[in-house]
C-alpha cells in the first residue's frame, strides 16, 4: 500500500509541475512563466542567414596603410616612391631612387610595423617591394569584423523596435537573425544590410560629370551616383557627380544622428553630430574650402552635395535627401548604430507573413484535433473501460508535451505540432503492446490482477525498447535539424518521454487502483 | 472488441518468396525511378533557389500570374497550385539565390495585381542561397549517417545482448568511415560503404537479428524514397525529418516482433524456426495493426487537413508506415529464417 502512495505523490508532482509551466500560455500574465514560444513560420516573421564579407575588411585595413604610407612618404620628401594596391590583399611599393630605400625602410620599422614583407626584387634602377599582413593579423582582422557585425546589427535592430529579436552567430562568419512578428521586412532588411559607411568628399568642379560619364574621369578622382525614386513615376534618377578620391571625414566620429523636419520644406533630414575630433576636422575642411561642394556620400551613393558657405563649427551636419520619414528614421538607426565594418550578403531568407502562420496553426490545431478524436473514439470502443484509461494518458501526454516545451524554452514550429499529432499515434502504442498483452494473459486464464500485473512486466522491456529507436532518431534531427524541423525534434522527444511516464508509471497506478485498492473483479480491456 | 482472433495463424513466412518478390520489385523500381530522374529531387533548402507563395481572393490562371512574373524578370519561374483548391494559393519557384533587392516584393505584388487584376497577398518567401544549400545537404547526410550508426549501434548490443561486440562494430565502422574520408569520399557514398561495412560485420559476427533489422529498415527507406521520386515529390528538410522517423517507426514494429521471437524460443525450443517465426508474428499481429491504425490515422488527418506547408512531411510519414508495418512482418522476420537455411548448408 505504501509504495502505491509514494508512487500517487510523484504522479501527483510531475502534473502540478506541468500545469504550472502550461497555464501562462492558456492565460498569458496569469503566472510568472513565459508562454509557449511559437516558431516564425507559426507567428509570421522573418529569418536570416548573413556571412559578413571579412576579406572586404581585411581588404580596407590594406586600402588604410596604403593611404597612410603614401601620405608618410608625400611629409619626408621622398618622391621617388609610390605605394599602389597590387591585389586586394596586398601593397605594392616602388622606389625608384635607390639610394631613397633605406629611409623608407628605416620609417617603415618605425611606424608600419605590422607589415610583412613578401617579396623584394631589384633591378638595375628600382626596386619593388610587395607588402601584406601577417595570417595573425588577418584572422584577427576577420573575427573583429564578425564580432562587430553581430553588435552592429544588434544595435540597430533593437534601435528598430523588434520584440524578441535572435541574433546569433553561426560558424566563423555567419549571422543567423530571426525577427519575429516583422511584417515591413523590406525596411527591416535594408536596415540590416546597410553597410553605412559614411564618407565626405569634396565634388571635383573641374569637369562636368555628364561629360565625365563619357570620357573619363581625371586621376585622383572617381564618378558617384546621387540615386533617387520619382514618387510620381515611379522611376530611378541617377545623377552623376565627379568626386575626389580622398575621404576628408567619415562617420567613425559621429556621436549621434536624429530625425529632424525642415521647417522651411516641411522635409524630413538627418542631423548628425561629430565628436570633439570630428569637429574639429569638420570646421578645419569647411574652413578650408569655402565655397566649394562637399558631397556626403553613404555606402558609395551620393545624398547631397551642398556648397560650404562658410566655416562650420559646432560640429553638427545635416544629410538631405528627398527622404521619406521612415527612410529618415532608419538612416538616423544606421549612422547611430555605426557602419559595419565589412560588408554582408544575404544568404537564406525565409519570410512567413503573419496570416500565413496563423492559418498553419489552425490547419495544425485542426488535424491534431480530428487525428485525436479519431483514435480517442478506437480506443475506447476497442478496449472499452481500459480505452478510456488510455485515452486519459493521452491527454495527459499532450499536458505533458506543452509543460516541456516551456520548461525548456523550445520553440513550438508547424512540424513541431505534426510531432505532437504523430505522438498522438505513436504513444497509444505503449498501451496498446501492454492491452494485449493482459488479453493474452487474460485468456490463458488468469485472474484480472495477475494479467495486468504480467502484461506489465512482460511489455516494459519491450516498450522501452521500441521508444529508444525513436529517440535516437529524434536526438539526432535535434542535433542536425535547423529551425522548423528541430521543433519536430524537440516535441517529438518530448512525446517519446511523456508517454513512457504515462503508460508505464500513470495507467500502471490507475489499474493497479481498481484492481488492488478498489479490488474490482473483473477487467473491462 | 477484436480483430484479430487470439488463435490466429496466418502463414507469413510460408509466402515470403512472394514477399521477396514485391520487395525487390519495389526496391528495384525505387532504385530505377531515382536514375531516371536524375538523383533525388531536392528542393530548395538543398538545391538553393527561391520560393513564394502568393495567395489571391478569387481563382486566377497561371498564365496571367506568369505574364506578370515576367514583368519582374521571373519569366523562368514556375507556378503551382498550392494547397486546397478554394485556396487559391500558388507556389512561384525560381534558381534564383541571390536576395531579392529591398522592392522586389512591392514590385512583384503591383505586377501581379495588373496581370491578375485582382488583389494579392505574398504570404511566404524564402530564398537559400547556393552555399547554404550545400550545408544543409551536407547536414541532413550527415544526421541519416549518425542515426544510422547510433540505431546499429544499439540494435546489435541489445538484439544480441552482445554490448562488447556492438563496441567493436561501432569502431569498425568509424574507423572505416574515417579511413574513407581521408579520400575525401562524398557523404552519400560515405553512408552507402557505411551500410555495406555493416552488413558485412553483421554476416561475419553473426547478429542475425541486427541484421534483419538493419535490412528492414533500408528497404522502408529506399521505398519511400522510391515513392516520392515516382510521385515527384521534392526533398525538403520536413521530408528528412519524416524519413528519420520512419526509421525510428520501423525499428520499432521490428523490435517488438524480435522480442516476441526471442521469448518464444524459449518457450518452444523444440519446435523448428519457421513454426516460432509464424506464431511470433501472429502473436504479435494485432498489436503491430493497431499501432499502424492509429499512426496512419493521425497521420492522414495531418495529410488532409494540415495544409500544404505540412503536407509533404505527412505523405512521406504515411507512406513510411504503411511500408514499415509491411517491413516488419514480411522482411525482418524472414531474413532470419533465410539465414538460418544458408547457415546450416555447408
Known sequence: MKKISWRLVFILAVFTIAVIYVLPTLKPSFWPYSKINLGLDLQGGMHLALEVETDKAVETTIERFSQEIGEMVKKENLRNISVVMADGMRLSVKITDLTQEK???????????????????????????????????????????????????????????????????????????????????????????????????????????????????????????????????????????????????????????????????????????????????????????????????????????????????????????????????????????????????????RTVGPSLGADSIRKGLTSMLVGGVLVFVFMMIYYQASGIVANLALILNILLIAAGLSAFQATLTLPGIA????????????????????????????TPRAAVDAGYERSTLTILDANVTTLIAALVLFQFGTGPVKGFAVTLSLGVIASLFTSLILTRYIFDYFLITRKFKRLSI | MRFIKPDINIDFTGKRKIAYFISGCLIILSILSVIVHGGPRYGIDFAGGSLIQVDFPSPVSIGDIK???????????????????????????????????????????????????????????????????????????????????????????????????????????????????????????LILAALIVTLILFWFLELKYAMGAIVALIHD??????????????????????????????????????????ENLRKHHRKPLEFILNRSINETLARTILTALTTLTVVVALLILGGGIIRDFALAMTIGVIIGTYSSIYVASPILLAWNVRKKKP
Request: charged share 25%; net charge negative.
Open chain 2, 67 to 189: 505574364n506578370g512574373l515576367s514583368s519582374v524578370n521571373l519569366e523562368k519561374a514556375s507556378v503551382q497550385r498550392f494547397g486546397e483548391k478554394e485556396d487559391n494559393e500558388y507556389l512561384i519557384r525560381t534558381d534564383i539565390s541571390e536576395a531579392y533587392h529591398e522592392d522586389f516584393s512591392t514590385q512583384l505584388q503591383a505586377s501581379l495585381k495588373t496581370a491578375t487584376n485582382t488583389e494579392v497577398e505574398i504570404r511566404r518567401i524564402e530564398m537559400v542561397g547556393p552555399q547554404v544549400g550545400k550545408d544543409l545537404r551536407e547536414k541532413a547526410l550527415f544526421a541519416m549517417f549518425f542515426a544510422l550508426l547510433f540505431i546499429t549501434i544499439y540494435i546489435s548490443g541489445r538484439f544480441e545482448l552482445k554490448w562488447l561486440l556492438s563496441g567493436v562494430m561501432a569502431a569498425a565502422l568509424i574507423g572505416a568511415v574515417y579511413l574513407l574520408s581521408i579520400f575525401e569520399v562524398s557523404i552519400p557514398y
Open chain 1, 103 to 349: 629611409t623608407f625602410q628605416e620609417l617603415m620599422d618605425k611606424e608600419f610595423r605590422d607589415l610583412r614583407m613578401v617579396s623584394r626584387t631589384q633591378d638595375k634602377d628600382s626596386v619593388t617591394m610587395i607588402l601584406d599582413l601577417p595570417d595573425e593579423e588577418t584572422s584577427r582582422i576577420k573575427t573583429l569584423a564578425v564580432d562587430q557585425a553581430l553588435e552592429t546589427i544588434r544595435n540597430r535592430i533593437d534601435q528598430f523596435g523588434v520584440s524578441e529579436p535572435d541574433i546569433r552567430q553561426q560558424g566563423t562568419n555567419r549571422i543567423l537573425i530571426q525577427l519575429p512578428g516583422v511584417t515591413d521586412t523590406q525596411r527591416a532588411k535594408e536596415l540590416i544590410g546597410k553597410t553605412a559607411i559614411l564618407e565626405f568628399k569634396l565634388v571635383n568642379e573641374s569637369i562636368d560629370p555628364e561629360v565625365a560619364e563619357k570620357s573619363g574621369v581625371p586621376a585622383g578622382s572617381a564618378l558617384y551616383y546621387q540615386v533617387r525614386n520619382d514618387p510620381a513615376t515611379n522611376r530611378e534618377i541617377r545623377t552623376p557627380f565627379v568626386l575626389m578620391d580622398r575621404t576628408l571625414l567619415t562617420g567613425a566620429y559621429l556621436t549621434d544622428a536624429r530625425v529632424q523636419i525642415d521647417s522651411q520644406f516641411n522635409e524630413p533630414y538627418v542631423s548628425i553630430n561629430f565628436d570633439s575630433k570630428g569637429a574639429r576636422i569638420f570646421e578645419r575642411i569647411t574652413g578650408e574650402n569655402v565655397k566649394k561642394r562637399l558631397a556626403i556620400v553613404l555606402d558609395n551613393k551620393v545624398y547631397s552635395a551642398p556648397v560650404i558657405q562658410e566655416k562650420i563649427a559646432g560640429g553638427e551636419a545635416r544629410i538631405t535627401g528627398y527622404f521619406t520619414t521612415n527612410e529618415a528614421r532608419d538612416l538616423a538607426i544606421v549612422l547611430r548604430a555605426g557602419a559595419l565594418p565589412a560588408p554582408v550578403k544575404i544568404l537564406e531568407e
Open chain 1, 419 to 446: 510531432g505532437i499529432i504523430l505522438t498522438i499515434g505513436m504513444a497509444v502504442d505503449a498501451n496498446v503492446i501492454i492491452f494485449e498483452r493482459i488479453r493474452e494473459e487474460l485468456d490463458i486464464g488468469k
Open chain 2, 221 to 262: 527507406v529506399v521505398v519511400t524514397v522510391g515513392i516520392f521520386s515516382v510521385l515527384n515529390i521534392e526533398f525538403s528538410l520536413p521530408v528528412i525529418a519524416a524519413l528519420l522517423t520512419i526509421i525510428g517507426y520501423s525499428l520499432n514494429d521490428t523490435i517488438i516482433v524480435f522480442d516476441r521471437i526471442r
